[in-house]
């Protein structure tokens, strides 16, 4: 069982800053997916990064699977309030989906 | 329905009393997942139904815990004999394949045992 690592543990930030949130792993990832969960809600897919190298744009964020798949990053562009939220990085293990303990960002108007 | 259901939203419970919470996924699809996610945690594998059968049970702490989706379905899990530690929110996802394909969250049972 590989363990997922994610950091910064928490981030508080203004608007319109960029950041960047990453997960990492002893091991290799078969794919990684990206989830963010808002308070008193279920995570919601962001993402799933499959191929080593590989980079997902999804509006202003971008996502990054390293070449060894074993890190992937997250970056967000001009943050804004709405992206408030829990982000977590999730791996297949065997039959579940294993999740990080997540980044907890606060963008502040 | 459009997304997954989960019920009770809140459940609060006297320390070694049993509770059920229920989850509908969404129609048609395969696959049911419950996660157990403590306070500022990320979510905790508990178990994963492939229609009616319970293909993996190796996340439950405890006999205390036990879930079933008898027709493939709604599923339920039920903690006998609360305890404090099993406070949490538990999370009923679904996916309309196999392990790996995209999860679709309930919002959860907030379950506080006194």
């Known amino acids: 069982t590989q363990l997922l690592e994610q950091s910064p543990q928490f981030l508080s930030i203004q608007e319109g800053e960029n950041l960047t949130v990453y997960c990492n792993s002893s091991s290799v990832f078969s794919s990684l997916q990206w989830y963010r969960q808002e308070p008193g809600e279920g995570p919601v897919l962001l993402v799933t990064?499959?191929?080593?190298?590989e980079v997902k744009k999804l509006k202003r964020l971008t996502f990054q699977f390293g070449d060894a798949r074993k890190d992937s990053s997250l970056h967000i562009t001009a943050a804004q309030p709405g992206d408030t939220g829990l982000y977590l990085c999730?791996?297949?293990?065997?039959?579940?989906?294993?999740f990080g303990a997540g980044t907890r960002l606060t963008v502040k108007p | 329905g459009a997304g997954v259901s989960q019920s009770p939203r809140y459940k609060v419970a006297k320390r070694g009393q049993d509770v059920a919470l229920r989850c509908d996924p969404i129609?048609?699809?395969?696959?049911l997942f419950w996660y157990q996610q403590a306070l500022g945690q990320g979510p905790e594998f508990l178990t994963y139904f492939q229609n009616e059968a319970q293909l993996d049970k190796s996340g439950l702490p405890s006999d205390r815990f036990f879930a079933e989706r008898p027709e493939g379905s709604v599923s339920t899990l039920k903690i006998q004999r609360t305890q404090q530690e099993d406070s949490a929110v538990y999370l009923c996802?679904?996916?309309?394949?196999?392990?790996?394909?995209?999860?679709?969250f309930g919002s959860g049972t907030q379950l506080s045992v006194l």
């Open positions: 996802a679904s996916s309309l394949g196999g392990v790996g394909e995209k999860l679709f």
């Open positions: 129609s048609g699809h395969v696959s």
């Open positions: 990064v499959v191929t080593g190298g």
């Open positions: 999730a791996e297949r293990d065997n039959n579940d989906m294993r």
